[in-house]
T-cell receptor, first 113, second 110 residues
Framework: NAGVTQTPKFQVLKTGQSMTLQCAQDMNHNSMYWYRQDPGMGLRLIYYSASEGTTDKGEVPNGYNVSRLNKREFSLRLESAAPSQTSVYFC????????????FGPGTRLLVL | GESVGLHLPTLSVQEGDNSIINCAYSNSASDYFIWYKQESGKGPQFIIDIRSNMDKRQGQRVTVLLNKTVKHLSLQIAATQPGDSAVYFCAENSWSKLSFGAGTTVTVRA
């Protein structure tokens, strides 16, 4: 039981490049989330998926897109990376709706030059 | 806006002493609270939670206290160990959404 896994662990991009961050969970959770974490700030919600087949914007969705591929997988795509998107990205999942305990992956550290 | 905040950004504790980490929240309707621990280079890890119908909950070496009157939450760690060095942050379930504080960095002195 791996919990929440994320790939890649670390990525360097040039401004304007695109990439997809992958996330998978093996806990049979219904809801999945993408957050970014910047120094001195709390986790900020980018997008979430309350159930398979649905996605919704969070607090900071601009510049990102997501896909809930199936119940296990939830990907985050940067179409045209910008230096402001340099951050640590965390995927999380919960059994039910947002207000329940969320379990986090190890994170992806992204540097945009 | 940010509804969850921590009283101190850093806390230095002597190994073996007890640690107390505080958190203030602003939404009196919040009904569920979680403490997370985040070690350097890792993702947040669930420590303990508490619902608003309780004022205390104990886990292994950790205790969470909830004071709804002053909207205050605290995490107590007994006999702090070097492995407890991390960032701790609280999360609040407010209107079916989790809001996270920025965190308190706990450093354990040998």
């Amino acid at each position: 039981n791996a919990g929440v896994t994320q790939t890649p662990k670390f990525q360097v991009l040039k401004t304007g490049q695109s990439m997809t961050l992958q996330c998978a969970q093996d806990m049979n959770h219904n809801s999945m989330y993408w957050y970014r974490q910047d120094p001195g700030m709390g986790l900020r919600l980018i997008y979430y998926s309350a159930s398979e087949g649905t996605t919704d914007k969070g607090e900071v969705p601009n510049g990102y897109n997501v896909s809930r591929l199936n119940k296990r997988e939830f990907s985050l795509r940067l179409e045209s990376a910008a230096p402001s998107q340099t951050s640590v990205y965390f995927c999380a999942s919960s059994e039910g709706w947002q207000g329940e305990t969320q379990y986090f992956g190890p994170g992806t550290r992204l540097l945009v030059l | 806006g940010e509804s969850v905040g921590l009283h101190l950004p850093t806390l230095s504790v002597q190994e073996g002493d007890n640690s107390i980490i505080n958190c203030a929240y602003s939404n009196s309707a919040s009904d569920y609270f979680i403490w997370y621990k985040q070690e350097s280079g890792k993702g947040p890890q669930f420590i303990i939670d508490i619902r608003s119908n309780m004022d205390k909950r104990q886990g292994q070496r950790v205790t969470v206290l909830l004071n709804k009157t002053v909207k205050h939450l605290s995490l107590q760690i007994a006999a702090t160990q070097p492995g407890d060095s991390a960032v701790y942050f609280c999360a609040e379930n407010s209107w079916s959404k989790l809001s996270f504080g920025a965190g308190t960095t706990v450093t354990v002195r040998a």
